[in-house]
């Protein structure tokens, strides 16, 4: 009986210590790349002209690399 009763016990204690790995993993991971403020002279109209534009957001170069 008792036998049983220290698996349980063993067993409890390893979930309860994955899930606190897990939580520390997650809080680690949301103060890495999520915990910074957004950069100041980013605003709204700014990501929306853009997202929306029609011109490329890498120039073309208009000479060639290699030359012949």
Known sequence: M???LSRTSN???EIVLVLAGKAL???VIWL???ARPQ??????ERVRAALYSSHP???ERTEPDAKP
């Open 57 to 59: 957001v890498v120039q």
């Open 2 to 4: 008792t036998l049983k």
């Open 32 to 34: 890495v790349w999520f």
């Open 11 to 13: 067993l409890g204690r």
């Open 39 to 44: 950069a100041p002279d980013l605003d709204a």
């Open 25 to 27: 993993a997650m809080l």
